[in-house]
């Protein structure tokens, strides 16, 4: 790491509030050219503040912000490209229809009020070739792996000249061997003199790259320390929840009987397009965990719907305990006792915009005790929600709370709550920690292995491959709508597991 007496970046005593949420006290931070800065803190400690705040996005109540020695005041997001400040955020900001080429030029002025096609393919191949970032420059976006769009939104902040580049959960949907290819590309960028900040929830790839970090809580800078040999896991987790986190306790157990059998299953649209679940055979048996892996479009998604009854198979059988299930809906499946926490917990989960009641008794409200002759019992679902929060630790929440205004982390508690509140058979859990703190992370793990040991049996949808080693008894990856692979957990390895999900037919 190379370093100079003025920081590439100076946030001082930054201040923000939103009614009575004061997001940002007084926080401090440095960047200096060629470093990489892991920025950490739960959910909901302000990081996304502070970066907005950064880019433009907020105006800060208080502070002042420096690049390279010049003070920044009243700035917008296209001054802040300008200053040579560049976000790459979770959710990528393309045009798929577009080339790669096109998506680069997009907002650009060009000479002479011309775009310069010329000049931005070699500038594209120069980006390239100096930081390992190769892309080829009549490629349609919608054609691009999710790596490789990664890939591009990164090219467009160095197009546009990013000294400072901002990395907002950057390998969240990455396999292990393009997490390393961005790694390799950020060490590149650093050694050039970039400054990055690097914001993760994966404890184990910031101490692979970072060289110092800055540790938030509850919208305050609690440490900055340099990354050396005395920095653990546990003393990160601890740093970001101002308490000890304990290790899982995942003990053998043997499997029970078959909860769920899966033959030929198969979707399509009846178009001829391919089909986004082909001929997919899975078993799941009492007190077991079966995680399945697969980069994000592969089929993990449809694979859960169907189990949970909100996708109907084109052709294939399913058996729930022994039973064959006719009629795969909902209604079907929940009586069957299989739960349903699905991946958009915003979207398909809660009704963010009422009362967390509504929400919480969504999928059995046509049913006793909450309902009776097709009248509500306010009492009874009071009375329900209320357990339900305290038992999961819901916090910020009340019974007429609208669900939206709740953190996410205490969302995901309450998506929880409710679907395992009635002692479910059969768990199907989709990205349950996405965008999770380390806390609530936790959380969710422990209640995930309380179920296994209570003869449950979960299926486990997740694209982070760590979470799967440590929750699973054993694994099935998915490559375009197939079953590739299927391994037990203590007899495998990431690299063999990310192999299979990026199509290999031989894992290493």
Request: hydrophobic letters at 40%; glycine letters at 10%; a neutral charge.
């Amino acid at each position: 790491m190379t370093t100079s007496p003025i920081p590439l970046l100076e946030m001082r005593g930054i201040d923000k509030q939103f009614g009575e949420v004061h997001a940002n006290k007084s926080i401090d931070l440095q960047l200096f050219s060629g470093e990489v800065l892991g920025l950490l803190g739960e959910n909901g400690a302000g990081k996304t503040t502070l970066m907005n705040i950064l880019f433009g996005m907020y105006r800060a109540d208080a502070g002042t912000i420096t690049v390279e020695g010049r003070t920044v005041s009243n700035h917008k997001p296209a001054d802040s490209l300008a200053l040579g400040i560049g976000m790459v955020h979770q959710h990528f900001h393309l045009v798929p229809r577009h080339s790669v080429l096109e998506n680069l030029m997009v907002g650009e002025p060009g000479r002479w009020g011309r775009l310069d096609e010329s000049s931005a393919r070699e500038r594209l191949l120069q980006i390239g070739s100096q930081y390992g970032l190769e892309l080829d420059p009549a490629r349609q976006v919608a054609e691009l792996t999710v790596g490789e769009q990664q890939r591009l939104e990164i090219i467009k902040a160095l197009f546009r000249g990013a000294k400072i580049l901002v990395l907002d959960e950057p390998t969240s949907v990455l396999t292990p061997q393009q997490a390393e290819g961005l790694f390799q590309a950020v060490r590149a960028m650093v050694a050039d003199g970039v400054g990055v900040i690097f914001i993760s929830h994966k404890l184990h790839e910031v101490l692979g790259i970072v060289q110092r970090i800055a540790v938030m809580r509850r919208g305050e800078m609690v440490a900055t320390i340099i990354n050396d040999n005395n920095v653990t896991h546990l003393r990160l987790a601890e740093l970001m929840c101002g308490r000890e986190l304990q290790p899982l306790n995942k003990p053998t157990i043997s499997r029970g009987r078959s909860l769920l059998r899966l033959v030929n299953i198969t979707v399509d649209d009846g178009r001829g397009h391919p089909a986004r679940l082909h001929k997919v055979n899975l078993d799941l048996h009492a007190g077991e965990i079966v995680g399945v892996a697969g980069v994000s479009g592969n089929g993990q998604r449809e694979l859960a719907e169907v189990v949970a009854g909100v996708l109907t198979p084109s052709s294939g059988s399913i058996t729930v305990g022994g039973a064959s299930v006719d009629r795969a809906n909902r209604r079907a499946m929940q009586g069957y006792g299989v739960a349903y926490i699905p991946e958009d917990r915003m979207g398909d989960g809660l009704l963010t915009t009422l009362p967390l009641s509504d929400s919480m008794i969504l999928p059995r409200m046509h049913q006793p005790p909450f309902s009776r002759f097709g009248w509500l019992n306010k009492q009874a679902i009071r009375q329900f929600v209320e357990q339900q929060i305290e038992k999961f630790d819901i916090r910020g929440a009340d019974v007429s709370i609208r669900a939206g205004m709740l953190s996410g982390g205490n969302l995901q508690k309450a998506l929880l709550a409710r679907e395992l509140a009635f002692n479910p058979a059969i768990v199907v859990a989709s990205q349950p920690t996405r965008g999770l703190d380390v806390a609530a992370v936790e959380f969710v793990h422990n209640r995930f292995l309380q179920l296994r040991d209570n003869g449950c049996g979960v299926l486990l949808v997740s694209e982070d491959l760590e979470e799967l080693f440590a929750l699973s008894d054993r694994m099935v990856v998915m490559y375009e709508g197939r079953i590739v692979g299927h391994e037990e957990t203590e007899k495998t390895t990431p690299a063999a597991i990310g192999l299979l999900m990026a199509g290999s037919k031989q894992a290493a």
